[in-house]
């Protein structure tokens, strides 16, 4: 196939890339605009590779993404680009209206045109796929509320199996600009499907994590603030649940889908990792106590800061859909891959050394 990846230089974009070339035969065609989320970096090792092909360009380009669409001539689209972080769409909620809805709309109507002109072969194989979020959903409720706080603290949900989990079917109800933007363009998607019968997939993910994560995410802002000897900042309590999914078993996830999956149907995949996001940070003050040791722990960097506007409290997928049609399981544990995540980010340090 020749694959056409929409923010292929942002971190899950990447990944994605990088797994198509180093497992496949596909071509791939990376689309990105080059924000402050980009990372060429992430790629350099499938520049040179024949079957790698990059497109400067922003996705709320109609001409441009009608030309890219014309010349690659493209088998699949694999939608990621997106503005993705919560913080930033709390201050800034414009680009996200407009990268999320406006570009998604965009893209939509340039493969649209394009897909209502292929001959009716490669028509019946053209698929969109829409990488999305968990987030649209709003939140859950918290083990707090259950007295099974000590489940969850410990990792295990067998005391907790009683609480619900996000499904395919779940009810959106977005908190932030973020999740609000990501909903709407889901919407969209799903509307093009029904109305135009554009040939869709959906999938919607639970926290990422992993090599290359741009570093105003949770995870890297931990790892450097700690290295650099800075306070972590930590919102409310730090008591917030997430299920944190390993960005290799994410691509795997998204490439099964986009090959076996089922036109028009919606996918969830998540990690089976909830985590507080207190328990997060001390998993990852504990490891570098290990390998990089200094006098105090870095636990006593720790600093809880106010709460942030509207802030979810849980959430938790359910991803035995794709697991039981599909066959994917995540192949990392939390711990695994956290592991990994922090010796990765060590050999970084030590290459700018």
Partial sequence: MKILVTGGSGFIGSALIRHIIRQTQDEVVNVDALTYAANTAALEECADSPRYQFEHAN???????????????????????????VDRSITEPASFIQTNIIGTYT???????????????RQARFR?????????????????????????AKGSRSEAETLPLFTETTAYAPSSPYSAAKASSDHLVRAWHRT??????????????GPWQHAEKL????????????????????????????????????????????????YNIGGHNEKRNLEVMQTICDLLDKLVPQTASYRDQITFVADRPGHDRRYAIDASKIASELEW??????????CKTIIWSLSQIKEID
């Fill in 219 to 266: 995870i890297p802002q931990t790892i450097n603030n700690a290295l650099a000897g800075k306070p972590i900042p930590l919102y409310g309590k730090g008591d917030q649940i997430r299920d944190w999914l390993y960005v290799d078993d994410h691509v795997r996830a998204l490439y099964l889908v986009l090959t076996e999956g089922k036109v028009g149907e919606t």
């Fill in 196 to 209: 135009y019968g554009l040939p869709i997939l959906v999938t919607n993910c639970s926290n990422n994590y």
């Fill in 329 to 338: 399981q995540p192949q990392e544990t939390f711990e695994s891959g956290i």
């Fill in 59 to 85: 996705i709320c380009d109609g001409a441009a993404m009608a030309r890219i669409f014309s010349v690659h001539q493209p088998d699949v689209v694999m939608h990621l680009a997106a503005e993705s972080h």
């Fill in 128 to 152: 969109l796929q829409h990488v999305s979020t968990d987030e649209v959903y709003g939140d859950l409720p918290h083990p707090d509320e259950f007295s099974v706080s000590s489940s969850l």
């Fill in 107 to 121: 893209l939509l109507e340039a493969a649209r045109t394009y897909w209502d002109g292929l001959p009716a072969e």
